[in-house]
């Protein structure tokens, strides 16, 4: 079987993605960059239980080359693979407090989550909003894809995360610290609130290049 470590990695990730409660039934996608192209989760299978053989490869021109029917969300992939040579994998999730967070009106979309602690600035940066568009239509890609110029940590509007990094490891950390992120801010939520200051998060960025 091609790429058999990688379809274990992935698998793997998915198992703990799923025990930490983290993707829904079937929802949730996540795919890891390969020689040739890349392989994904398949359609209508839930994260906690993919197979390695399973797993669809998607060849360096975009096309299905193996594997079960891939997530009907593989564009969302492709654009961010498209644009960044320097991310290795991508998570997308319904995760239940990142999707709450995307619900909320007159997010920043292009600072949306607050420096609430170290971490979330450490391992997301920046997080993007990008407009509502239905699951499904391409052009929810586009805009994804426009954003990962610029961003490695992306809500989409009442819909969920979508986060990439260099490797799988650092891809599933960052999609939990944006769900734990997502939760302290409504722990506090209706409490009076100490942000990082704009110096503390500067020297954040400076130190840990995020």
Not at 94 to 118: E, F, G, K, N, Q
Not at 156 to 164: F, K, S, T, Y
Request: glycine share 8%.
């Amino acid at each position: 079987m091609t790429y058999s470590s990688e379809r274990e990695a992935l698998c793997k990730a998915g198992a703990h993605l799923s025990a930490r409660g983290l993707s829904p039934g079937t929802s949730g996608n996540i795919s890891l960059r390969v020689e040739g192209g890349w392989i994904v989760s398949p359609t209508n299978v839930a994260m906690g239980n993919l197979e390695p053989e399973s797993l669809a490869f998607i060849d360096a021109n975009g096309a299905h080359d193996g594997g079960a029917a891939p997530t009907k969300e593989k564009f969302l992939h492709a654009a961010v693979y498209a644009v960044r040579n320097d991310f290795g994998a991508i998570v997308h999730l319904h995760s239940t407090h990142a999707v709450a967070y995307a619900c909320l009106r007159d997010l920043d979309a292009s600072d949306a989550v607050p420096p609430i602690t170290p971490y979330t600035v450490m391992r997301l940066g920046r997080v993007a909003v990008v407009p509502y568009v239905r699951p499904g239509d391409p052009r929810l890609g586009e805009l994804v894809g426009e954003a990962a110029h610029r961003h490695h940590a992306i809500l989409l509007a009442n819909h969920g995360p979508v986060v990439a990094a260099t490797s799988l490891d650092a891809a599933v950390a960052a999609i939990e610290e944006l769900e734990e992120s997502a939760k302290l801010y409504f722990l506090l939520h209706g409490h009076k609130t100490q942000f990082l200051t704009d110096e503390q998060v500067d020297e954040l960025r400076e130190v840990f290049a995020s």
